[in-house]
């Protein structure tokens, strides 16, 4: 089955890039998504990704798919305390694609 | 406007009570689902549900039941509370369609005493 994997913290100073990464096993997956989770509350959709584009831009996020290493990063520009998070790369179980396999989740710390 | 709400935020609870954690979503979806999230191990599934009184076991539903009667509502219960079911329990829902997501509820943070 699908196995989606990503590091725990990351922290980044206010006003740099953030970059999170994301790898996964299936190759057959034709979307991939990342979450947000702010404090407190419930798992929101960011974006997401077909899996026949490798890149994908909207406004201070940027997608990057790179399908033969099966590697997802996102990056945040200008890094706000706002986007103080655990974000979560996510992608459908192969098995039955109406249930989606979540990553652990990346907890991003701003430093001031 | 897409929502999930679920019954309670926060939740305390003793040893070996039976516990319920009610979901319900306002967009007629076909699947709902109940995670647990805990630190370091992310989202785990417990149960989820593709249709009324239609239910599939996750990767952790051992102590766990699900009941969905009607198709807006899914309740988790707990028949016999225990310590290592204090956490954070998080509701979905999806139609099941194409590159639908999943909708989260806001969670219940359940401490089991």
Same mark, same amino acid.
């Given at each position: 089955g699908e196995d989606v994997e990503q590091s725990l913290f990351l922290s980044v100073r206010e006003g740099d890039s953030s970059v999170i990464n994301c790898t996964y096993t299936? +190759?057959? +997956?034709t979307y991939l998504y990342w979450y947000k989770q702010e404090p407190g509350a419930g798992l929101q959709l960011l974006t997401y990704i077909f899996s026949n584009m490798d890149m994908k831009q909207d406004q201070r996020l940027t997608v990057l798919l790179n399908k033969k290493d099966k590697h997802l990063s996102l990056r945040i520009a200008? &890094?706000? &305390?706002?986007?103080s998070a655990i974000y979560f790369c996510a992608a459908p179980d192969?098995?039955?694609?109406d249930k989606i396999i979540f990553g652990k989740g990346t907890r991003l710390h701003i430093l001031p | 406007d897409v929502k999930v709400t679920q019954s309670s935020r926060y939740l305390v609870k003793r040893t070996g009570e039976k516990v319920f954690l009610e979901c319900v979503q306002d967009?007629?979806?076909?699947n709902m689902f109940w995670y647990r999230q805990d630190p370091g191990l992310g989202l785990r599934l417990i149960y989820f549900s593709y249709d009324v009184k239609m239910k599939e076991k996750g990767d952790i539903p051992e102590g766990y039941s699900v009941s969905r009667e009607k198709k807006e509502r899914f309740s988790l219960i707990l028949e016999s509370a225990s310590t290592n079911q204090t956490s954070m329990y998080l509701c979905a829902s999806n139609?099941?369609?194409?590159?639908d997501t999943q909708y989260f509820g806001p969670g219940t943070r359940l401490t089991v005493l």
């Open positions: 299936d +190759s057959s +997956s200008d &890094t706000q &305390t706002g986007d192969p098995n039955r694609d | 967009m007629d979806h076909e139609s099941g369609v194409g590159t």
